[in-house]
């Protein structure tokens, strides 16, 4: 398909300059590509913008009223790789048509746009996503001066290639839906326990069977069922909503708890923003969505119990980023220890506290809500 679409493509290109292709995830409009493109749509109609989603997923309805849709894979979506003049995307390749082909051409240079990173996470150390020497940005966008230094240092970007302009999607949080009985627990997926590039059946049964064995199935599974934490939630009449992350939602039918106040959040049922935005308290692990959630200073725990494990098999800080330094929030390593924390946070009134607010107010660069702007103008600046 990339072939025949080719000369049509480059035709659509001649006749019609500067279009711009925004993205994410072929089934999701929810995270910096989503916000970023709204705003587009909305402040920038003289520009000829286009989003790739999959027409069956759950935030087709939310980006439809937009405009500009197209079916994910569709002809069209792969004359636009061919005939954009950017192509902007919060997740790494995951917006092309064919992404490991698309891939390979943009990384040998023989794409025609300018590619712009707008990013769904925080570097922490090395990362194959931003690293210089596995991708062809043009520009990066960031929310953090430390960020930015991480990305320069550990991952080999060029300062001229990095934008500090704060996440689009930050500009839309806040504490409006804010309800204090809620607790959200969102670990991050483990890299070593999923299947979703295997094919065959047996190699998905296996990987599946070692998830189920696995401290991190063990650990979030007993917490959904610990007395302990039940009680807590019972005596302070508060709910807790679990949400796996995208590539470990395959998972969720294995997670089960004894409590009604205990729910397992789905991705067709929930918006990862929204519940960020209603939960009083954030349990995770390593996931970078802890960074918004303090961003609006609100307490978060890491519950950590596999850390060595983690680090060695998918992601490690570098030099430059430590938990203990730089985090925002405690880390626990057993349950009894999250347990006792959160009682901690209770007596608190489920507020941060100082020294992690202090590090908030110290790591983002902007609280403005012109983060898109900025991040419109970064691209802009591109042409110049």
């Known amino acids: 398909m990339l072939a025949i679409t080719f000369i049509p493509g480059k035709l659509w290109k001649l006749f019609s300059k500067d279009i711009w292709v925004i993205s994410e995830y072929e089934t999701t409009a929810r995270d910096n590509g989503y916000w970023f493109y709204k705003y587009i749509r909305e402040n920038h109609p003289e520009i000829k913008s286009y989003y790739p989603i999959n027409s069956g997923s ?29 192509y902007c995307s919060s997740s790494s390749v995951q917006g092309f048509p064919y992404p490991r082909i698309c891939e390979d051409i ?44 991480i990305m320069m240092e550990d991952n080999g970007q060029p300062e001229s290639k990095v934008a500090l302009t704060g ?6 949080l806040g504490n409006e839906l804010y309800d204090p009985k809620l607790i959200l627990i969102m670990p991050t997926w483990r890299e070593y326990l999923c299947y979703r590039n295997e094919i065959s059946k047996d190699r998905i049964d296996a990987v599946t069977k070692e998830f189920l064995n696995s401290d991190y199935y063990s650990n979030y599974n ?18 807790c909503v679990f949400y796996l992350h995208q590539n470990a939602q395959v998972y969720s039918e294995f997670f089960h708890s004894s409590s009604d106040r205990i729910t397992i959040g789905l991705t067709e049922n929930y918006d990862i923003q929204t519940l960020l935005k209603e939960a009083a308290v954030l ?38 980023y430590s938990y203990e330094a730089n985090g925002f929030g405690d880390i626990c390593y057993s349950m009894d220890e999250l347990t006792a924390k959160l009682l901690d946070l209770k007596a608190n009134n489920n507020t941060m506290e100082d020294k992690y607010s202090k590090r908030v107010d110290g790591y983002f660069e902007f609280f403005d809500h012109d983060n898109r702007e900025r991040i419109f103008h970064a691209i802009v600046d591109l042409i110049k």
């Open 106 to 149: 943009v990384l040998r240079g023989m794409h025609g746009f300018k590619y712009i990173f707008l990013n769904h996470g925080i570097t922490r150390g090395y990362s194959h996503i931003v690293n210089a020497k596995s991708t062809n940005y043009d520009l990066l966008i960031t929310c953090a001066a430390l960020d930015k230094k």
């Open 58 to 86: 759950a935030d087709y309805k939310k980006i439809r009223p937009l405009g500009n849709t197209v079916r994910y894979g569709s002809f069209k979506h792969y004359m636009l790789f061919w005939a954009a003049s950017f």
């Open 222 to 239: 007993g917490l959904l069922n610990s007395s302990e934490f039940i009680d807590y939630l019972e005596q302070n009449d508060m709910r």
């Open 283 to 320: 349990i995770t692990d390593y996931s970078s969505v802890y960074f918004d959630f303090a961003y609006m200073h609100k307490p978060l725990l890491y519950f950590q119990f596999d850390k060595e494990t983690f680090e060695e098999k998918q992601y490690a800080p570098g030099k430059n």
């Open 167 to 172: 996440f689009a999607r930050h500009d839309n």
